[in-house]
């Protein structure tokens, strides 16, 4: 099973570029890594996914190095309302009749300050 | 957009009561997925289903069971719930063939005392 482990907690300030990374030591080659925003009281949204290299979409980038044992989100220039918990995922891409489990990480509370 | 509403979003049981949390979504989705969140613990997969009538233990089935008669119902039960099941239960879906980008309920804080 990929354990994922990120950090715990982030600061950061209005307009910065925040990079949450996302270790996962034992990724499968099969496993995709996905990562969701969550705020308080409210079920998690989806970000972005990939299997390596750069994704890039409007709202995020996901770099993912060669070894794929870990996984960087960043996201430009933040704002007050980017306040969340981020989350790292990493699972196969089918989970029925493969045994394949998906496996949250602990997340990360991004705090933005203005 | 896509909706997922869940039942309750906040329910108090006792300890043995049999209890049920309901799911819908309106997007024809095939997949399923319950979930719970816990402080430290992060979000740890149920059960899912993928399918009608079909479901799949996660990572921690133990004291769960799960229906699903109709494609926009999937509804998680606590047999006879016991207060470490106290906890933020979160219903997911998604369409067939797209395992990741999940749609996510509110979620149903369930207090079992």
């Known amino acids: 099973l990929a354990k994922t482990t990120q950090p715990i907690s982030m600061d950061s300030y209005e307009g910065q570029e925040v990079n949450i990374t996302c270790s996962h030591n034992?990724?499968?080659?099969?496993?995709?890594i996905t990562w969701y925003q969550q705020f308080p009281s409210q079920g998690p949204r989806f970000i972005i996914q990939?299997?390596?290299t750069k994704v890039t979409n409007e709202v995020a980038s996901l770099f993912i190095p060669a070894d794929r044992k870990s996984s960087t989100l960043s996201l430009p220039r933040v704002s007050l309302s980017d306040t969340a918990v981020y989350y790292c995922?990493?699972?196969?891409?089918?989970?029925?009749?493969?045994?394949?489990?998906?496996?949250f990480g602990q997340g990360t509370e991004l705090s933005v300050k203005p | 957009d896509v909706k997922v509403t869940q039942s309750s979003r906040y329910l108090v049981k006792r300890t043995g009561e049999k209890v049920f949390l309901e799911c819908v979504q309106d997007?024809?989705?095939?997949?399923m997925f319950w979930y719970r969140q816990d402080p430290g613990l992060g979000l740890r997969l149920i059960y899912f289903?993928?399918?009608?009538?079909?479901?799949e233990k996660g990572d921690i089935p133990e004291g769960y069971s799960v229906s699903r008669e109709k494609k926009e119902r999937f509804s998680l039960i606590l047999e006879s719930a016991s207060t470490n099941q106290t906890s933020m239960y979160l219903c997911a879906s998604n369409p067939r063939g797209q395992t990741y980008e999940q749609y996510f309920g509110p979620g149903t804080r369930l207090t079992v005392t």
């Open positions: 995922l990493v699972g196969p891409p089918l989970l029925y009749n493969q045994g394949g489990k998906l496996i």
């Open positions: 289903s993928y399918d009608v009538k079909m479901k």
């Open positions: 990939g299997y390596k």
């Open positions: 034992n990724i499968a080659t099969n496993d995709y």
């Open positions: 997007m024809d989705h095939e997949n």
